[in-house]
């Protein structure tokens, strides 16, 4: 049942949807441009940052730390709404590939892992004084393995 209903929605997409070519797309950008929209910080940032991958070569992008925040948020939740909005075209996102990186930066286990102790030393070996001020909060928590913010 709902395979036919997915095969129907699939087939409407191919029969009922628009390319949307080079021009359009150009368009697009300068009416985004010209709009004042009423927006938070965050909204304005975030297609700031879009329009700027939009308009740069999809090879070699380089992510705002934001945008990877965001799509790490996004493909944790749910990966498979994560791709069909990046294959879509709907949003500018890195790709699964980038985000295996950032989250597999660290190899998590329960508890304290001696390793990524090791590793912030030697991180914060390089900090200045006032750098070196920070707050580590330990709680009972799921986290999902691998995140780096």
Known sequence: MLEEQLEELQQKIVDQGVSVDKSLEEDILQIMNGQNLEATPHMKFF??????LLQSSSSGRR???QIIWFALSVHGKSPSAYRELRESGALVLPSESVLHDYKNYFTSKAGI???NVHELKK???????????IVLVMDEMKIQSGLVF
């Open 47 to 52: 297609w700031q940052e879009q329009m700027k």
């Open 63 to 65: 992510y705002h730390p």
């Open 113 to 115: 892992n001696n390793e």
């Open 123 to 133: 991180k914060f070996s390089s900090f200045t004084k006032i750098q070196r001020y």
